[in-house]
């Protein structure tokens, strides 16, 4: 059974870069045709996919945070991190990683405030 986990800062500054990694277990993130996602729900708003990195390690990001955004991959490590740039407070959220078949992690909360 495949398990991923998140872990990184839970408080970032605003115009600072928030950076999280997904540590996956019970699963390579280079299984042909597995698909690993980035997705973060802030308070009272609903789920927002980020983006995503393929088994092949391409990479597909929301238009919308598609200039802020960037998704890299450790295969040794078996993890797929995650890079946002300049947030603002409308980037706190919860966020959670995934893969295409319903796999996800607990989430972590990461807030950001001078």
């Known amino acids: 059974q495949v398990q991923l986990q998140e872990s990184g800062p839970g408080l970032v500054k605003p115009s600072q870069t928030l950076s999280l990694t997904c540590t996956v277990s019970?699963?390579?993130?280079?299984?042909?045709?597995?698909?690993w996602r980035w997705i973060r729900q802030p308070p009272g708003k609903g789920l927002e996919w980020m983006g995503t990195?393929?088994?092949?390690?391409?990479?597909y990001y929301s238009p919308s945070l598609k200039m802020r955004t960037s998704i890299s991959r450790d295969t040794s490590k078996n993890q797929f991190s995650l890079q946002l740039i300049s947030v603002t407070p409308e980037d706190t959220a919860v966020y959670y990683c995934?893969?295409?078949?319903?796999?996800w992690g607990q989430g972590t909360q990461v807030t950001v405030f001078s």
């Open positions: 995934a893969n295409q078949v319903g796999s």
């Open positions: 990195i393929a088994y092949d390690g391409s990479t």
């Open positions: 019970g699963g390579s993130i280079t299984t042909s045709y597995s698909i």
